[in-house]
């Protein structure tokens, strides 16, 4: 019996802009360039003029032939075969000059925007990259900057330059011969242009459709795949398989309307060309007839009209692809428009370097209002002091270290560095003082000794080797036979749990900050690593601010202070002895522990 999917609807289409407003934004970019852009605009009128002329020479050439059979090569004017020559050659030029010129401006263009729009992402709060699915993410990036290329090779290189021709040749048309061929071009210009318009348009929602299903698929497929082992570990191949076929089917049925709609569109183009094309050559025909046009004329007339038949059958393509590519830019313009929930305040101040006092005064906050984490948490970490938190899970202790990162800004109170309100500190000298070793370590897709030196970038192959033997990482590293070049796969699976936290503690360790957050630092390690990193981590501690959050008692008997948090409140606070001494919540927390680490022993000694 086939399952119910139940999967989240696409994504809502952004906000419908005027096209002209993309453009307009996207205009600054270019003018930039504007000396190589004016150059390459010339390069493209000497080029659709030179295309213009060879048609004009052609008909000198065979109006000059005489009519005398075998000797009419002998009256063809040697200069007309050299200036068709030139005319051939220079529209071969010109054009490659127009591309030479303008490859610059594109190719500047999309990086500029694809650098700015990375490092917006990274400047948006963890709010939105927890809300947001990375597949479809990184399929807007993708479309988007491939669109801004496309979207200048269709306009400037394509959609200009058959509006130059088009206006050469109505205008040679219309001084040369009898108004019926210029009137005949325009009216098959403006009904096709106007067919085409409205048809794309309607296409447009179709379009945007597909897109949706596409980013929704792919959202699909990477969630899947980064979740490898738990799928595995599950048996569910099959049944992420029918979720992904699920949206495909979607997507395909998107697809196929999309197409039939292309399908009208194209063949009631060619019936606008083809209707136009037989008009033109039978007033041609009839021009001939009457002795009012030579042979030279017919040719002429039939060579621009393939010079323009050409470019006007694509128009309709490029129409689509414009309309395309400004969607796709529009979605990528709109990840420029997301707002910062944090950002620097306009009279931020740096963070000055050496010892930090760190002050939690009546902090309180909610991920969402309706849930709240903290209620007026009020503490102080004195410079090279260290202070515990401890609780059960819930209880909101990772939640202090993401403030104080401040990946979120609290609701009320404040946080302290050196009396100095964290919000009104920049927040690149603020993260430059902390360093952390998070619960869940997730490495790059790298080496070794990339993910250990990314704790601090500039730092030499043998300082990166002191902090792997610090994290007692260095043995392990040793024996593997690529050594610190050895890759670790994607988020670092290719590594134990163990191994990653180690890497995890010799890339803060690296960091060297005055302020350092352990949250949770030992929990995939065993018994054994356990205590021989966490005098480690004891060490590293000394003479800086830390912040160790803990499930586990035995690695925070030692802090100056351990702090209880349950439900978001501060319980108790004191040292590991005083709390001991109350018998309360710690306590209790203590005993258990002792009782959970004893029943392993007990009953290895039971088996015996």
């Excluded at 349950?566 to 927390?589: D, K």
Aim: aromatic share 8%.
């Amino acid at each position: 019996m086939r399952r119910d999917l139940t999967l989240p609807a696409p994504p809502p289409p952004p906000a419908e802009r005027h096209d002209w407003q993309t453009i307009k934004t996207l205009f600054p970019y270019l003018w930039q360039w504007r000396g190589r852009m004016l150059l390459a605009l010339f390069c493209l009128v000497g080029a659709k003029l030179a295309n213009v002329g060879v048609p004009l020479v052609f008909k000198d050439i065979i109006d000059g032939f005489a009519p005398v059979g075998s000797e009419a090569l002998l009256v063809v004017p040697l200069g007309l075969l050299a200036a068709y020559g030139l005319l051939r050659f220079g529209v071969a030029l010109f054009t490659e000059l127009r591309e030479l010129l303008f490859a610059r401006v594109t190719q500047r263009a999309v990086r500029t925007i694809a650098l700015q729009v990375f490092e917006h992402l990274h400047a948006l709060s963890l709010r939105f990259h927890l809300e947001r699915q990375t597949g479809g993410l990184t399929r807007d990036i993708e479309r988007g900057t491939r669109a801004i290329g496309s979207l200048i090779s269709y306009t400037i290189f394509s959609v200009l330059p058959t509006i130059v021709e088009v206006v050469l040749v109505l205008g040679i048309l219309a001084l040369r011969y009898e108004a019926s061929f210029a009137l005949i071009t325009v009216a098959t210009l403006v009904v096709y242009v106007v067919y085409t318009i409205i048809i794309s348009n309607w296409r447009v929602h179709l379009r945007r459709e597909v897109n949706e299903l596409d980013s929704a698929a792919n959202t699909r497929a990477i969630d899947s795949l980064l979740n490898y082992e738990t799928v595995k570990y599950f048996n569910n191949e099959a049944w992420e398989k029918e979720r992904y076929d699920h949206q495909l089917r979607r997507w395909e049925a998107a697809q196929i309307k999309s197409q039939v709609s292309l399908s009208y569109l194209n063949l009631g183009q060619a019936g606008i060309i083809a209707l136009g094309v037989t008009l033109m050559m039978w007033r041609a025909a009839v021009g001939v007839t009457n002795g009012t046009m030579t042979v030279g004329d017919i040719v002429l007339v039939n060579a621009f009209l393939i010079q323009l038949y050409i470019p006007l059958n694509f128009l309709g393509v490029l129409y689509r692809e414009i309309r395309q590519s400004l969607t796709d830019i529009e979605r990528l313009f709109a990840l420029l428009k997301e707002n910062r929930e944090i950002s620097d305040a306009p009279d931020a101040r740096t963070l000055e370097p050496g010892p930090c006092t760190v002050r939690f005064e009546r902090v309180s906050f909610a991920y969402e209002p309706r849930r709240p984490i903290l209620h007026e948490v009020s503490f102080v970490i004195p410079a090279g002091r260290t202070v515990a938190v401890v609780g059960h899970s819930g209880s909101g202790k990772s939640t202090l270290a993401r403030l104080l990162f401040r990946f979120y800004d609290v609701q009320g109170g404040a946080i302290l560095i050196n009396g100095h309100d964290i919000r009104k500190l920049t927040q690149s000298s603020l993260r430059a003082a902390i360093g952390i070793v998070p619960q869940d370590t997730v490495l790059f897709n790298d080496t070794l000794e990339y993910n250990i030196r990314y704790g601090r970038p500039t730092a030499s192959f043998e300082e990166v080797q002191e902090a792997a033997r610090a994290a007692h990482l260095a043995a392990f590293i040793e024996r593997l036979p690529d050594g610190y070049q050895t890759r670790v796969g994607e988020r670092g699976l290719k590594l134990s749990g163990g191994e990653k936290q180690r890497v995890a503690i010799a890339r803060a360790l690296l960091k060297n900050p005055p302020i350092l957050i352990f949250d949770e630092a030992t929990s995939a390690l065993d018994s054994r690593t356990e205590k021989a990193i966490q005098a480690e981590l004891e060490q590293a501690a000394v003479g800086r601010t830390t912040l160790v959050i803990a499930h586990r008692l035995s690695t925070v008997m030692n802090a100056d202070e351990i702090l209880v948090l349950e439900a978001g409140r501060i319980v108790e606070r004191g040292t590991h002895r005083a709390l001991l001494e109350q018998g309360g919540v710690y306590a209790r927390m203590w005993a258990l522990q002792l009782q959970e680490d004893a029943q392993p022993k007990a009953e290895a000694e039971a088996a015996e």
